[in-house]
């Protein structure tokens, strides 16, 4: 790892440099480094949550809201989560050279294209530093350099993490520049970056809406941005009630700060009355703030409290413990609240009806697209795919989880005996 004694431009050829490296080393060379990476991760504990104690302290001093201080905040089992992660990813299989596929023209050339690594990977994220570790070991398993620019709000957390990572990475005999912090919080820095087109091959942002509008405004690198989660759950003429309140409620209440969570329920009109007094009730219980249409508020128990719900609260991730809620005529009518207010992340429907299941996923246009299970599940680690950089809502060039195939690229590799063109 480098430092910020450097400029950008120098960390970034240094990067470069380091990414032809990895993409010529081993998978056991990679996997072993990650592992060691772990190692440090478990045996600097201590280090690491005295320096998260800092950032802890000054974000609620700063007002830091309580989902950004939730998603700073690092504790033993997090940690500990985090070296889990890592050697999941070290046990992966490697992504590397691996065949999509091939053939053989009819002029004896043979034709394959294999998974290559992209090159130089810049992740820019806020508040979290367990992403100081994820992108760094999905980039190395990868083969791609990492570019890590965390925010000034973890700068002790990112601090520790990437010195015990570069420690880790150099004993493995990989290059330090494998991984580089840049400091956090510049817009300089991300000018740099978003420009940096001859250095930088993507830009992954994990962040809100301020940091997507200043990448957007100054990128010319392309990037995937792993975008806002305004998620639903409708619940179905033909859903199970009691499966329906737990999906709602581990899907609200879990955690709620951050994307995969639930902003709304939706509930089709025939079940609201059997259905919405208990569950309600279950999400005021645990310190859900409900913010109901006209008709879920009617529905709504004399002892549960519900303020009146606009377009702008179905439009919004709140990433807190509140919630809308809209009673709809029909599975075409939650499916449309959605393709109007949802953000392409995360949907789920309740129901024991196949067909609406079925068009319910083929019709809902999001990443993710659930029956009969909680939008929490949108994760690479719960998706079989170790950690994950983010969760990308667009179309090109990855979308869902952005884990190690995601951050590769591919080849066209060509043998022949001589073969010109005639």
């Known amino acids: ?244 309140q737990a999906i709602i409620v581990n899907a609200k209440v879990q955690r709620p700060g951050v994307c995969n969570a639930a902003e709304t329920l939706l509930v089709h009109e025939s079940v609201a009355a059997e259905f919405l007094p208990t569950a309600l009730a279950a999400l005021a219980a645990e310190g859900v703030e409900l913010r109901c249409d006209g008709r879920a508020a009617a529905l709504a128990g004399s002892g549960v409290e519900v303020v009146s719900a606009t377009d702008e609260d179905f439009a919004t991730e709140f990433l807190a413990p509140i919630l809308s809620i809209a009673v709809v005529d029909s599975a075409d009518a939650a499916i449309a609240h959605i393709g109007r207010f949802g953000s392409g992340h995360s949907e789920a429907v309740v129901t024991s009806d196949r067909d609406v299941a079925r068009r319910f996923q083929a019709e809902v246009d999001a990443a993710c697209v659930y029956v009969n299970a909680s939008t929490r599940f949108t994760d690479g680690a719960e998706f079989g795919m170790g950690a994950e950089i983010g969760i990308s809502t667009q179309k090109l060039h990855a979308r869902g989880p952005i884990g190690l195939r995601e951050l590769t690229t591919f080849t066209y590799l060509i043998d022949g005996d001589g073969q010109i063109r005639g």
């Open 1 to 244: 790892m480098t430092t910020n004694e450097q400029s950008t431009t120098e960390l970034l050829i240094a990067a470069k440099k380091a990414s032809r490296v990895l993409a010529a080393s081993s998978g056991e060379i990679r996997a072993a480094a990650i592992r060691a990476i772990a190692d440090a991760v478990d045996a600097g504990h201590e280090e690491i949550l005295a320096a998260n104690a800092l950032d802890v302290e000054a974000g609620k001093v700063s007002g830091l809201d309580d989902a950004l201080i939730d998603r700073l905040t690092l504790t033993p089992d997090r940690i500990r989560g985090i070296a889990e992660g890592a050697r999941a990813v070290a046990d992966l299989e490697d992504p590397v050279d691996e065949e999509l596929e091939g053939h053989r023209l009819d002029n004896g050339l043979e034709i394959r294209k294999v998974r290559r690594p992209l090159g130089v990977v810049a992740v820019v994220y806020e508040a979290r530093p367990n992403v100081t570790i994820d992108s760094a070991v999905l980039c190395l398993r990868s083969a791609n350099a990492a570019v890590l620019r965390g925010s000034s709000t973890a700068a002790h957390s990112n601090a520790v993490l990437a010195r015990l990572a570069s420690a880790a990475i150099t004993a493995s005999g990989l290059p330090a520049a494998a991984v580089t912090l840049i400091g956090g919080g510049r817009r300089e820095e991300l000018q740099e970056l978003g420009t940096a087109t001859d250095l930088v091959d993507l830009i992954i942002p994990r962040g809100g809406a301020g940091l997507k509008k200043a990448l957007e405004a100054v990128a010319t690198v392309p990037v995937i941005y792993a975008a806002a989660g305004n998620c639903h759950v409708y619940v179905d003429a033909e859903a199970d009630l009691a499966m329906a």
